[in-house]
């Protein structure tokens, strides 16, 4: 089988890394990939988003499925336009159309999702720049802190947190009067503030059957001890201890079957992967957000820890026997830790020479943000790479990712020596 993955992530480095391990797997393409992506198959210089760039790559190729990593295309519906296109039509698409990608496009959709399914979550209301009043009121109903949502696709920055009332109302008209995050904020989601612990759950489902694959936490803040701007995320944990047990069966009766049924009873088509945040609050799981694909760094941990054949996997969703198949996971703990550049998330340089990467026998290295000339790898985005170990508990994989980190250098290098800690 020809595979084309759209990408140039950690996630997408993951995927290729877990893909290329399959016996069924012919050739791998990643566009546009990154300088680790290339290890393991040919990077294609093709924006994900530029849909007839895809398409002639598929067919110059003879691509034969397509696996989407990023949200952006799903939710502009490359998935719709391969089903559209009389020469793409019998091309495996793995991620879901763009009526199903709303999950992740539009908080306000996924809220009505949740809603009208009896999903746990926050108590909530959505507003535009003509309901601004009625959103300052609702403001002033709730308990601080004030949660505010750009309802679409910020990039992971759309979320605020605010402790001040004040702060909040000046932060909500700034997002829907100032465009603080452009077209993403043309409704804005309020919702009450849940106190708890945050986690990842994925699913893989080919709209019928599904697979619960590893659950994951992963630490957004750029500073220890949780504080400081939010990332895409600086590093993660997979098994989560408090996800065992009853929690568990909790997470799959009141969100996961409920998820999957709500989406056949609304008549929306979904293939390919859910992933639902979760917060746990006194015992009890509340739905965060969905996203329509996997999460980063989340992916680097889950995947190295998923035994069964990936390739296998997309092609039960691809023909709708994905129930057939089987799903086998390792019992060992895998942490990752992020490497980033200095001074993200904010202003950062990239273009540093990256030292010391082959120096780690113990530990997979996933390039997130890199790029290459020649046999020289530089840095090319705020996070740089995930430092992946396993061990037979979390403080034992954490030993050995910050082992392997030591022998890795690049100008303005910065990580959190804090990941895991609060679950040990």
């Not at 088509?269 to 957000?289: D, K, L, Q, R």
């Not at 820890?305 to 390739?311: A, C």
């Not at 890795?408 to 895991?420: H, V």
């Amino acid at each position: 089988m020809k595979i084309l993955l759209l990408g140039s992530g950690g996630r997408e480095h993951a995927l290729a890394w877990k893909l290329s391990r399959s016996s069924t797997l012919d050739a791998l393409f990643i566009a546009p990939g990154n300088a680790g992506t290339r290890e393991f198959g040919d990077n294609i210089s093709v924006d994900p988003c530029d849909f007839e760039a895809v398409k002639k790559v598929v067919l110059e190729k003879g691509i034969d499925m397509v696996v989407v990593g990023p949200e952006a295309p799903l939710v502009a519906g490359i998935s719709d336009f391969f089903k559209a296109d009389e020469d793409l039509k019998n091309v495996s698409v793995i991620g879901p159309n763009k009526e199903a990608s709303q999950l992740e496009g539009s908080k306000d959709f996924a809220k009505d999702f949740m809603n009208r399914h009896n999903i746990p979550t926050a108590k909530h209301k959505t507003f535009t720049k003509d309901t601004i009043k009625e959103g300052f009121a609702f403001l002033e109903r709730l308990k601080a802190p004030y949660v505010l949502k750009a309802d679409g696709l910020a990039a992971g920055k759309g979320v605020l947190i605010l402790e001040d009332l004040h702060e909040a109302k000046k932060e909500f008209s700034s997002m829907l009067l100032d465009n603080k995050f452009g077209g993403a904020g043309a409704r804005v989601v309020i919702e009450e503030f849940l106190k708890g612990t945050e986690m990842s759950t994925f699913v893989l489902t080919d709209g019928d059957g599904f697979k619960v694959l590893p659950e994951a936490k992963d630490y957004k803040r750029i500073g220890e001890g949780d504080t400081g701007l939010n990332t895409g995320g600086m590093g993660a944990v997979s098994p989560v201890p408090f996800a065992e047990g009853k929690f568990s069966d909790k997470v799959y009766n009141q969100i996961i079957v409920p998820t999957i049924k709500g989406l056949k009873a609304d008549g929306i088509e979904y293939n390919g992967f859910i992933f639902i945040g979760i917060i746990e609050v006194a015992g009890e799981p509340y739905v965060i957000e969905y996203n329509c694909r996997l999460g980063d760094p989340e992916t680097e941990v889950i995947l190295p820890r998923l035994k069964s054949d990936l390739v296998d996997l997309f092609e039960g969703v691809a023909t709708q026997t994905l129930s057939e198949r089987d799903i086998e996971f390792d019992p060992r703990t895998a942490t990752t830790v992020m490497m980033v550049s200095g001074g993200y998330p904010e202003a950062y340089q990239k273009g540093k020479m990256i030292y010391g990467l082959n120096a780690a026998n113990n530990s997979l290295i996933f390039h997130a943000g890199t790029a290459s000339d020649g046999p020289a790898v530089t840095t090319a985005g705020g996070r740089v790479l995930a430092v992946t170990s396993f061990g037979k508990d979390i403080e034992d994989a954490l030993e050995t990712s910050y082992a392997t980190i030591e022998n890795i250098e690049f100008e303005g290098a910065y990580y959190r020596k804090d990941i895991g800690q609060d679950l040990i």
